[in-house]
């Protein structure tokens, strides 16, 4: 006699016992395993069955008892309700289920709006109680008629108005699409933007198997816990693709349910001429994040009458955001629901069943599945590659060191989150202390496309290699976890940007510092860029990525973007990427990289120092230049200077110094790449101006003030380092610029 179940009960069994359900069933190794895993399969059925009447209990209702539980075909659990606001918790979870013009029912949220000429037409489409709302929301873009050669665009903006929601950056990603598409996102304060750029001169055809790496389409991330985003695009629509592209567009799409291949580069919108007749089959799924409510459990649990979590739950917070509910472990439903965790009860037999099964499966299996993952992570993170470059004899083996991850595991508690130093676009880093006592910072990277592997492994192979005193040290990776593991030693004191912008009284930067730390990471760039075997371009220079250690001497950090070309080469790419208010307008505007890119973001380095000013500031007025470049060139254009440098700049600087140190940020400002000075140029004047040698200082007092109130850097004119009482047979020329351990 066979019994048959139905699928989530066996899906419930198999999850309790750590096993999926595809792992389940014949293999040719099953002779492999021991005779005791065998005995539990025996009694697995003796399991299922006594387990069920359990499992069928608990399909009940998560909707507030006699409200409705769903709008159309979506299911809208508590804490949400829908038609009376007494079936939600709040406000902020009362949602509107109404019928469209064809009288189907249309769920969406008050809270939730867009701007666009599909306003108002959002709709929710999935409601997940571990904290997921799925809307469906239309893109923007930007499209040219073939007779006119005119073309329009369209934005679109998404604004969450209130309540504890926010923007998934994990399962949200930003795609534009389309030929000659430039895609833009800012989220509406203005202190984030980012964009990607699509290019092709012939048809081809989208395939969801390919990553969009900018040849019909591209892709970005967006941070954690924006509320509001304005989506851009525009386009050139040159003639070669009009006959087969006339849109270009850019939306947020959920990861998991995006199908580049629906997006083709025939595409248009089905907006009609000026928007009327939108289609909800236009729109994407954008995933938005929901809490209770912005507080810790310990601040969630002191208000009882407030508290969300139902009997036999408990309360898990979300860092930055806020708290949620879960069943305990045991129980299933709905959290929110006074009584809605229901206990899973056998009886004494099943239960001891439960157990032994759980125990021999754990010992068996898991080691087992631990290794297969790993091997599979290793594969699949590029270990094969790696190991291919070691096998090679190119690489020196010693200075590669592949940690266990449960080594790093250990060293992190976990991936604390209590041990978070930072997040970046990169990834997240972790401070961690080896099993020898060495503290270490554990960086967690973001999901690599196949397509970048051979890429990303060479550039650990090279950085691992690098051996340079003002440049953050690689120790290690680890590729056997599902994301790669970059080691890099500690650094304890911090960021530039944190000493710059939230003064340590301790500690403040004196301008003896300022100079030092300036010459420190110029020798850093002009080592990466001349000295090291194979040039190197790290495409996102800015005073957070500069780290200070125990001494208080700079250390270039994050190399995630960081890009390793042969001599004389630029990088070209098709997406722009780099940190607004440091980004070089040429590179953004010709998608080719430089080693004068690295120079220029450098150059806003150095005024930050010298200002101690942000790089992108909105407390200043459009007049004067939110970004703090143009601030600085007009100020110098003005015969200003003095007045906008930092006090104690002013108060602790001889003003030759300040002026020499002015003249060279603002040559490595230049609009045009070749007139800017190379970072070998750059670290020369500023180990000469940091001697302070009289001599030197005297016989540059008039070349500055001409400098500074008047004529520009002329790359034609009379050599740069001349300019500054630096000749070729200069000492520093006969001594290293670079020092190594």
């Known amino acids: 006699m066979s019994l048959a179940f139905p699928t989530e009960v066996k899906e419930s069994i198999y999850q309790r016992i750590y096993l999926s359900p595809e792992s389940v069933g014949p293999r040719r190794d099953t002779a492999k395993l021991s005779g005791r895993c065998i005995v539990m399969w025996v009694f697995l059925p003796m399991l299922v069955l006594s387990l069920w009447p359990v499992a069928a209990s608990t399909a ?12 159309g075909n979506v299911s809208v659990p508590y804490p949400f309700g829908i038609l009376e606001p007494s079936c939600a918790m709040n406000d902020n979870f009362f949602l509107n289920c109404t019928f469209n013009d064809e009288g189907h029912p249309v769920l969406s949220a008050y809270y939730i709006k867009t701007e666009s000429i599909s306003s108002g037409l959002e709709s929710i489409s999935n409601i997940e109680l571990e904290g997921t709302v ?65 290019t092709c001169t012939e048809y081809m055809e989208m395939s969801d198997e390919n990553p969009c790496l900018g040849s019909g389409c591209c ?40 199908k580049i291949s629906d997006w083709p580069l025939s595409r248009t919108p089905k907006y009609g001429k000026y928007g009327e007749d939108a289609y909800a089959t236009e729109a994407t799924d954008v995933v938005i994040e929901w809490v ?19 009997a036999n739950a408990d309360c898990t917070y979300q860092i930055d955001q806020g708290y949620r509910c879960s069943c305990n472990i045991g129980f299933e439903g709905n959290p929110y629901l006074k009584d809605g965790c229901q206990g899973v009860g056998v009886g004494f037999g099943a239960l001891l069943f439960l157990f032994i099964g759980l125990w021999w499966v754990y010992k068996v299996f898991k080691r087992k599945r631990c290794e297969k993952l790993k091997r599979k992570y290793f594969k ?32 992190t508690d976990h991936y604390n989150a209590n041990r978070t130093l930072g997040q970046g ?4 880093v972790y401070k961690g202390m080896l099993a020898d006592g060495k503290i270490v910072a554990v960086k967690k990277s973001k999901v690599i496309d196949e397509g970048n592997l051979r890429q990303f492994i060479n550039e650990v192979v090279l950085l691992s290699q690098i051996n340079h005193r003002n440049v953050v040290k690689l120790l290690g990776c680890c590729l056997e976890t599902e994301l790669p593991l970059l080691v890099y030693e500690f650094i304890p004191n911090g960021t530039l ?25 110029a020798g850093a760039l002009f080592y990466l860029h001349s000295a090291a075997s194979i040039a190197i371009f790290h495409r996102d220079i800015k005073s957070a990525n ?16 960081s890009r390793s070309v042969s001599v004389d080469q630029t990088h070209v790419t098709t997406m722009v990427q780099g940190t607004f208010g440091y980004l070089d307008p040429e590179y953004f505007q010709s998608s080719q990289f430089t080693d004068k890119s690295d120079v220029y973001s450098f150059g806003v380095v150095l005024v930050e120092l010298l200002t101690g000013q942000k790089a992108i500031s909105f407390t200043r007025s459009e007049e004067q230049g939110r970004s703090l470049a143009t601030y600085f060139l007009m100020a110098m254009e003005s015969n200003c200077l003095f007045d906008i440098l930092d006090p104690q700049v002013v108060k602790q600087g001889e003003k030759e110094e300040l002026l020499m140190v002015a003249s060279l940020a603002r040559s490595c400002l230049r609009l045009n790449g070749k007139e800017r000075p190379t970072m070998k140029e750059v670290t020369m004047v500023l180990e000469r101006i940091q001697k302070s040698e009289n001599l030197i200082v005297q016989r540059e007092i008039e070349y500055d003030r001409k400098e500074v109130m008047g004529a520009p850097w002329d790359a034609t004119s009379t050599s740069t380092i001349s300019s500054f009482g630096i000749s070729a047979s200069s000492s520093l020329d006969e001594k290293p610029l670079l020092h190594t351990y």
Not at 60 to 71: F, L, V
Not at 146 to 155: A, G, M, N, R
Not at 425 to 428: I, L, M, S
């Open 497 to 521: 940007f944190q000493f710059l912008h939230d003064p340590n009284e301790e500690f403040p930067l004196t301008w003896e510092i300022r100079v030092r730390i300036a010459t420190e990471v």
């Open 219 to 258: 892709q970005t991330s967006i941070p954690k816990g924006l509320k509001s985003l304005d989506l851009q695009v525009s386009s050139a629509h040159l003639t070669n693709v009009s006959d087969f592209n006339l849109c270009g567009f850019a939306f947020l799409a959920d990861k998991r349910s995006l």
């Open 425 to 428: 676009g990169q990834g997240t």
């Open 546 to 561: 500069i780290l200070l250690d125990e001494k208080y001497r700079a250390k270039v950090a994050d190399f995630g973007t």
């Open 380 to 411: 699949r993170n590029g270990g094969l590659l790696l190991q291919e470059q070691l096998s090679s004899g190119e690489v020196n083996v010693e200075k590669i060191k592949m940690f266990p991850s449960k080594e790093l595991d250990k060293a």
């Open 60 to 71: 009940r209702s998560a909707a507030k008892p006699g409200c409705q539980e769903k709008c």
């Open 134 to 198: 799925t809307v469906r929301i239309y893109p923007a873009f930007s499209c040219t008629n073939k007779t006119w050669i005119q073309t329009e665009s369209f934005p679109q903006s998404i604004r969450l108005e209130s309540g504890p929601f926010m923007l998934s950056d994990t399962r949200n990603i930003f795609i534009g699409s389309g030929c000659d598409t430039s895609a833009w996102v800012t989220n509406h304060e203005f202190t984030y933007r980012v964009g990607c750029l699509s």
């Open 292 to 310: 209770v409510e912005n507080k810790t459990c310990e601040q969630a649990k002191a208000n009882t009458t407030a508290y969300a979590c139902g």
